[in-house]
């Protein structure tokens, strides 16, 4: 026992102790994390057909311009809308990943977004916002009055924003992304329009107890509203917010994302280039050196990958903290900590088993970097598994890397140590496969 | 007492192909120095790796302080240090740290550990460098530390793999004071080289390997009188033509036992070359011959290995 923790801590002083090594496995994975969590921070593109459920539970007319918009034909590529009532069991569709996004639009979404033009068009029974060219003349002398007194006394009411949910599958990151994004333009376009109407109105009862001036600009709002300049920095605060809800209640982040995939990453480059060593010590005499001192060869062997294992761990570690520090969340401790350990192992097979299986250092060290890249494409590592062909899913779980982004998946959208057992047991298992074939190489070289 | 015993070793590295180790067989007694002395290539280092127990021989077997290397692997490795040809140490690691690896590599630990750690970087001259990165080395001081390892555990035999393999010669010189130093204190000793000045100086007895098999083996002495203890003059001449003719002149000199000729090179096995020369100059001189080149050689491992394989050590 002794002789095995002295090897690993061998291993781990070596590791840690190169320069290189170290860039590759801390600073490197930090700076990713960091630039993909800026480049990706609102959601990415390249998609098709996103299956997403409208919700619509108000009446009012604002709610049903999100309508158009999201059945619009500019977005019929991207967006594969379908219009639900029944909100649990739109929920269930979700859970079951069979659609990225319900869009929750409320009741009161209307009268909220534009509260004052809502009760004024209700208590008149006019319509203030058609104010295109069909509308040549300003509204009734007689009204102005009534407009002015219901006008002064909405604006004067202060409440919590509006939340519209985007009740968002994890696995639909990317999507649930876009989803927000046009919502946030729809909203924000709205805003803007029932801004300008109501800086208009509000112009316009300034204006009526003028005589006669500019009768030609009082007539056409649309005069009026390029009088005062009004445009699209009219509206910057939403009455109205939209909040990406997962079905457990976190909402998607790519700095969570790239965190943890990152790591993952750095993490399979470390472990392979570990199990490289081996094939470099023997290459180096170290490690004929070791197989003629009194210590069995299963140990030599253990105490190396115990060293990878622990170096790893230790890389994996350092870097939760890190993005935490930088405001990745990994998801719960006890959950977090699980995950490493289990997706550590994992990893330190692959490293087993090419070490195992390589002639040479360099041949290890190419195959190695294959392995880790393609699995890193196919797991997730760039773009969300989801969003990856169901085949390549599949494929993918011969990975560490489609299991460790898995648990931290479900770690980050609010999931615990329970719900992420299966996973853990299908990287264990993942790992026991490794060494059982690294086993059979290690017989063949130090035979 | 026999600490090694070696019968009939062989080593194939593919079933087809040549035997890198053929049918050795040498005993190694206690508290001697016994060199096997090779060219490059020619076996040695195969030798120790059987013996050590990293290679499993093709045929044979061998004892090492009375365990079979076939069935008792971790008994031998107890009783040996091995002092491989390669640098193998942890560059990254320092000089104390690459001592308390091995030396816990070896079963040792606590203040034995420690204080042998200390023994060994002041016998070694590294003690002012003790925590310093390997990797920071001159190659000297890198191969000291290799032998220092090697001696950890204090074991009965230590072998010693062409230690002084590209060093300089200062450090050189220090390993070979320290072989015989640690010789002197009942360690015994199998040491490989190609270099024959180290193995005359060193070893009690010498074994000479070329292409996998022992060719001969013995005492310097011994080894000596296989090429007869005389010296060897040997002149060229300008002349080709002329040397038969010299050789024939020179055959009543006092002290030649043999004398040869080929074209204008004639040798003479003489028991004083310095006292035949001067002869052998004035009936040169009388034959109207010039010479071109005169060397002297006394007898050693050089003219044993060339007497019995044809061809130089370095070869």
């Known amino acids: 026992m002794r002789k095995l923790a002295t090897l690993a801590l061998k291993e781990v002083k070596l590791a840690f102790r190169d320069v290189g090594a170290l860039v590759t496995m801390l600073v490197t994975p930090l700076v990713l994390t960091l630039a993909i969590g800026a480049a990706f921070g609102t959601g990415g ?83 203030l916002l058609d104010l295109g060219p069909a509308q040549t003349a300003p509204f009734p002398e007689e009204l102005w009055p009534e ?57 316009l009862l300034t204006r009526g107890s003028r005589d006669g001036e500019n009768q030609d600009i009082d007539a056409d709002p649309f005069l009026l509203a390029a009088e005062m300049g009004l445009d699209d920095t009219t509206a910057t605060q939403l009455p109205v917010r939209v909040d990406i809800v997962s079905p457990s209640g976190r909402s998607f982040r790519w700095l969570d ?8 990453l750095f993490l399979m480059f470390a472990v392979t280039s570990g199990g490289r060593t081996l094939l470099a010590e023997r290459q180096a005499g170290t490690l004929p050196r070791l197989l003629v001192s009194p210590t069995p060869a299963l140990t030599i062997l253990t105490g190396k990958m115990g060293g990878v294992f622990v170096t790893g761990l230790m890389q994996v570690f350092v870097l939760w903290g890190a993005t935490a520090l930088l405001g990745a969340y990994w998801g719960p401790p006890p959950g977090v900590m699980a995950a490493i350990v289990a997706l550590v192992l994992c990893a330190t097979g692959v490293g087993a088993l090419i070490s195992a299986w390589a002639q040479n250092a360099g041949q290890a060290s190419a195959i190695g970097t ?63 496969i490794y060494y059982v074939a690294a086993a059979a190489g290690f017989r063949r070289q130090f035979r | 007492m026999c600490l090694v015993q070696a019968r009939n070793l062989i080593k194939r590295y593919t079933a087809d192909g040549p035997n890198a180790v053929d049918d050795v067989s040498f005993e190694i007694y206690d508290g001697e120095i016994f060199s096997l002395l090779g060219p490059n290539g020619a076996g040695k280092t195969t030798i120790i790796s059987m013996l050590s127990t990293l290679l499993k021989p093709t045929g044979g077997t061998a004892t090492v302080n009375g365990h079979d290397i076939r069935t008792q692997a971790m008994a031998v490795r107890r009783s040996i240090g091995v002092v491989p040809q390669e640098l193998a140490l942890y560059a990254e690691l320092s000089a104390a740290e690459n001592l308390r690896f091995w030396g816990e590599m070896r079963g040792l630990g606590g203040a034995a550990l420690g204080g042998e750690i200390k023994e060994k970087l002041a016998l070694m001259d590294l003690t002012e460098r003790a925590r310093d990165r390997v990797e920071t080395f001159s190659g000297g001081m890198k191969r000291r530390l290799n032998l220092a390892i090697g001696l950890l555990g204090n074991p009965p035999l230590i072998m010693l793999d062409e230690p002084t393999v590209a060093i300089d010669p200062q450090s050189r010189r220090y390993i070979l004071d320290y072989v015989k130093a640690l010789n002197q204190k009942g360690t015994s000793i199998l040491y490989t080289t190609h270099y024959m000045e180290e193995a005359q100086e060193l070893s009690h007895r010498i074994g000479i390997i070329d292409h996998g098999k022992l060719i001969t083996l013995g005492t310097l002495q011994e080894l000596k009188q296989l090429v007869g203890e005389h010296e060897m003059l040997k002149l060229q001449l300008y002349q080709s033509e002329g040397g038969q003719t010299l050789t024939e002149a020179v055959g009543e000199i006092k002290g030649l036992h043999r004398a040869s000729a080929n074209d204008g090179e004639v040798t003479l096995n003489v028991d004083a070359a310095e006292e035949a020369l001067p002869e052998v100059l004035s009936k040169a001189s009388e034959l109207g011959l010039s010479i071109r080149n005169i060397e002297i050689r006394e007898p050693n491992l050089e003219t044993v290995f060339l007497h019995l394989t044809g061809r130089a050590l370095r070869d």
């Open chain 1, 45 to 127: 593109g390249g998609l098709s057909d996103v299956p997403v459920l409208l919700l619509i539970q108000d009446a009012g007319p604002m709610s049903q311009i999100v309508v158009e918009v999201f059945t619009s034909a500019e977005l019929a590529d991207l967006l594969a809308p379908e219009i639900v009532s029944d909100e649990a069991a739109a929920r269930s569709r979700v859970e079951r990943d069979e659609v990225a996004a319900l869009v929750i639009v409320p009741p009161g979404f209307s009268q909220r977004i534009a509260p004052e033009l809502a009760r004024i068009e209700e208590t008149l029974g006019i319509d």
């Open chain 1, 257 to 264: 994302y790239s965190a943890t995939s990152m790591a993952v």
């Open chain 1, 370 to 432: 294959a392995v880790t890249l393609i699995a890193s494409a196919v797991s997730g590592t760039f773009f969300p598994r989801m969003n990856l062909p169901e085949w390549v899913q599949t494929v993918s779980l011969v990975t560490p890397n489609a299991w460790g982004i898995e648990m931290f998946s479900a770690l980050q959208s609010g999931q615990g140590l329970a719900e992420i057992l299966p996973f853990l047991g299908g990287a264990l298992g993942l790992t026991i």
């Open chain 1, 147 to 203: 407009i002015s007194r219901l006008f002064l006394e909405t604006v004067e009411m202060d409440e919590d924003p509006l939340v519209v949910e985007v009740y968002a599958s994890p696995n639909w990151r990317i999507s649930a992304g876009v989803i927000r994004g046009i919502l946030t333009q729809v909203l924000a376009q709205i805003n803007t329009t029932t801004q300008g109407t109501a800086t208009i109105i509000e112009a």
